[in-house]
């Protein structure tokens, strides 16, 4: 029989979020190589949205974001339809001449069906330098 603790799941709260804050270890995605991703990262992936990380890293050496070296990601669910929207911008990198901040956006996506418990959530995903040494994907609380 295989060890039952190693597959439980911990659900993905405000509060097991609010845990993560900077980050010691990182992880290289498994399919985009050039893409590494924090602590609070990986405990998303292993309890239940690993798509979430997958969707962020499997777009990043497209020629929309490819340039892109910081982005902010936000999925935000619907929780009665379980519907939800995935929208990556430059993070407000811009601001007009009175200091407000002007959001490019950089990719929208519906997402028909998710099982993502919280209403909404915010990655960054930023470059780690030079454009060759890819990217990272994190939480806010670990920038």
């Known amino acids: 029989m295989g060890n039952v603790a190693a597959s439980r799941k911990i659900e993905i709260t405000e509060q097991a979020l609010a845990m993560f804050t900077g980050s010691e270890s990182f992880y290289r995605h498994s399919l985009a190589r050039n893409v590494i ?68 956006e950089l990719l929208r996506k519906e997402i028909p069906y998710t099982d993502f418990p919280l209403a909404s959530i915010e990655l960054y995903c930023c470059a780690n330098g030079e454009p060759q040494n890819g990217k990272t994907i994190m939480l806010v609380s670990e920038y």
């Open 37 to 104: 991703y924090t602590e609070g990262c990986k405990f998303i992936s292993e309890n239940g949205a690993a798509w979430l990380i997958d969707e962020i890293a499997l777009v990043q050496n497209t020629k929309g974001l490819l340039s892109q070296e910081f982005q902010s990601w936000e999925l935000t669910v619907d929780l009665e339809s379980r519907s939800g929207k995935l929208l990556a911008t430059d993070g407000g990198a811009m601001e007009t001449a009175h200091g407000v901040a002007v959001y490019w």
